[in-house]
């Protein structure tokens, strides 16, 4: 790959040891010529990543997330040094920075496509999630009960706590702990994996990329609520039915030449 010239650095000062981390890496980056633009702001202000090469989060997988639109909007490869918890896409670790970069900065790098999902509501409204698509009940109380066809054709019911649609790069996250499968990155498809379902005969199902979901809800019931990514996709009442697809953006993620998914997986879920 070609070397990297100007990168930005995006840093959750929240976090504990990120700022120092944040600190090493720009040292890094100045010491091998690179220039660099940082800031403490997240998501970054409209246009920061104009011009970079790549940006590097300082967080953990929360704060890359909140890098997706102008990321995938200038096509910035990011990549994430992790300072969260079980994070499957911050995969740069701030003690080994000072071996990792270097070579990172002279063009010994990779960028993954991962896909995405977008949601859109009946408004005309549409959200990007780079890991899930996650409606659920509008009341704390009460079951959501929610129809989802492919186009015309009718898929199930549901009386449950919710429904995730599920990207590749999120089936290790709320989808894994709702008991859905483990699906590679490179694999472009779209898994759906009902909450707490009232029945035992309801397990996840996976689409293939080209697929249209449509999400209604059935009888009468508070609104229910839709997140991206773990945010409020939408301010207000939502506008259902509400539409699920694989777009053509993608999101540009930055990882090492030797990086391997399997060894992440073996890594985070314990199974060395």
């Known amino acids: 790959m070609e070397p990297l010239s100007r990168i930005a650095i995006v840093t959750n000062s929240t976090k504990v040891g990120a700022v120092e981390a944040a600190s090493v890496l720009e040292a890094i980056?100045?010491?091998?010529?690179?220039?660099?633009?940082?800031?403490?702001?997240?998501?970054?202000?409209?246009?920061?990543?104009?011009?970079?090469?790549?940006?590097?989060?300082?967080?953990?997988?929360?704060?890359?997330?909140?890098?997706?639109?102008?990321?995938?909007?200038?096509?910035?490869?990011?990549?994430?040094?992790?300072?969260?918890?079980?994070?499957?896409?911050?995969?740069?670790?701030?003690?080994?920075?000072?071996?990792?970069l270097p070579p990172i900065f002279r063009g010994a790098y990779q960028v993954r496509r991962r896909s995405l999902l977008r949601c859109k509501f009946g408004s005309g409204d549409s959200r990007l999630a780079l890991n899930d698509i996650v409606v659920k009940s509008g009341s704390d109380s009460r079951l959501a009960r929610l129809a989802v066809r492919v186009e015309d054709e009718p898929v199930a019911e549901y009386a449950c706590d919710?429904?995730?649609?599920?990207?590749?790069?999120?089936?290790?996250?709320?989808?894994?702990?709702a008991g859905g499968p483990l699906v590679h990155p490179a694999a472009h498809v779209v898994v759906m994996t009902p909450i707490s379902a009232h029945t035992?005969?309801?397990?996840?199902?996976?689409?293939?990329?080209?697929?249209?979901l449509f999400v209604e809800s059935i009888g009468e019931q508070d609104p229910p609520t839709v997140a991206a990514d773990g945010?409020?996709?939408?301010?207000?009442?939502?506008?259902?039915?509400?539409?699920?697809?694989?777009?053509?953006?993608?999101?540009?993620?930055?990882?090492?030449?030797?990086h391997s998914h399997f060894r992440v997986l073996r890594n985070k879920l314990k199974w060395d």
Do not use: W
Not at 231 to 255: I, N, W
């Open 29 to 100: 980056a100045q010491a091998e010529g690179v220039e660099v633009r940082s800031t403490a702001e997240f998501p970054s202000s409209e246009g920061f990543l104009e011009g970079v090469d790549a940006c590097f989060v300082v967080g953990g997988d929360g704060t890359l997330l909140g890098m997706l639109n102008e990321a995938v909007r200038l096509n910035v490869p990011v990549a994430g040094v992790k300072h969260g918890q079980l994070g499957f896409l911050a995969t740069f670790s701030p003690e080994d920075l000072r071996h990792q």
């Open 162 to 177: 919710g429904v995730i649609f599920s990207t590749p790069t999120g089936s290790t996250a709320y989808n894994l702990a």
């Open 200 to 212: 035992l005969t309801s397990r996840s199902v996976v689409f293939p990329r080209e697929t249209r």
């Open 231 to 258: 945010q409020d996709a939408y301010a207000g009442v939502y506008p259902l039915p509400l539409e699920v697809v694989v777009p053509e953006e993608t999101f540009p993620l930055l990882e090492e030449e030797n």
